[in-house]
């Protein structure tokens, strides 16, 4: 007999495998087995436990609970740390830029950055009554207006012309929710018809393109001059990290309609400059 027969008789050759009453020596249950039989149903077991472990990887946050594995809720976190961190720098230039402003205000000088100032009618008595206006009054008043006019235009085309990019608005819509760093609202939530096409502010390159459940898919695209804008609330994302696009190439399109919002969703965008967010709406004119 050819030891290759040899080898397969004994693969395939039953053993009876049986359980016996270690009392009476009684045969409780048995079954016929071979090695070939062994062999496949370990083979069938870890090919089981290999899918099984590969579905939960896939398809489960696992890996956020695995101590030193970077999931995606650690990446989330990383990135809002960063953007938590760039606001604080962006407040402590806010202070000193105000201490630098009340210097200027009392040696009685024009301050460079205006401030928001509450405005307070002083013609309107508490009792209702109103003052005439004089002569004198109305022409202080009008210099007075005139020259925070002058101020607040220097200050506009000052900011603008530190950007040194041309920005274009990513959507049509309306501006709903404003630039509110003190509340974590970096950037400008607008109001626009659904699946509409988000187009870049300018040509920069792709550095970040991901889904979150809360934002949807997020693009963040590097512009020169240390700009950065990122896109949140899109349906889906066109561009690849790497690519090159240019000023209003589409990068992806809007969300659903939010409910109340007269059919509208909800698109954010915000400019980051210099690593500190600063309001879109000083830069780019929505429509």
Request: glycine share 10%; with cysteine.
């Amino acid at each position: 007999m050819s030891p290759r027969r040899d080898i397969f008789r004994w693969w395939t050759t039953k053993n009876r495998l049986s359980f016996r009453d270690g009392h009476g020596d009684r045969e409780l249950w048995y079954m016929y087995i071979s090695p070939l039989n062994i062999f496949t149903g370990a083979l069938a077991l870890v090919l089981i436990l290999f899918v099984g472990i590969m579905i939960l990887v896939a398809y489960t946050p696992i890996l956020d609970f695995i101590p030193g594995y970077p999931g995606n809720r650690s990446r989330e976190m990383l990135i809002d740390n960063i953007m938590r961190l760039d606001s604080m720098e962006r407040e402590l230039k806010n202070i000193q830029i105000y201490s630098d402003n009340m210097a200027l205000v009392l040696e009685g000088k024009v301050p460079t950055t205006r401030g928001a100032v509450q405005q307070i009618d002083t013609a309107r008595l508490s009792g209702g009554r109103t003052v005439p206006p004089d002569r004198e009054d109305s022409l202080l008043r009008r210099e007075i207006e005139t020259r925070a006019l002058a101020v607040k235009s220097a200050a506009a085309a000052g900011r603008k012309a530190s950007l040194g990019v041309e920005l274009l608005s990513p959507v049509s819509g309306v501006v709903t929710a404003r630039f509110d760093p003190k509340n974590n609202r970096f950037g400008a939530g607008i109001a626009t018809a659904s699946d509409q096409p988000v187009a870049a502010v300018a040509a920069g390159t792709v550095t970040l393109s991901l889904w979150t459940p809360n934002d949807g898919y997020i693009i963040q695209v590097q512009h020169p001059n240390n700009l950065v804008s990122v896109y949140r609330h899109c349906t889906q994302s066109l561009k690849v990290v790497g690519a090159r696009v240019n000023g209003g190439e589409v990068l992806s399109y809007t969300g659903e309609a939010v409910p109340g919002e007269g059919g509208k969703g909800l698109f954010h965008l915000e400019l980051w400059f210099n690593g500190a967010p600063v309001d879109p709406e000083s830069y780019i004119l929505f429509r």
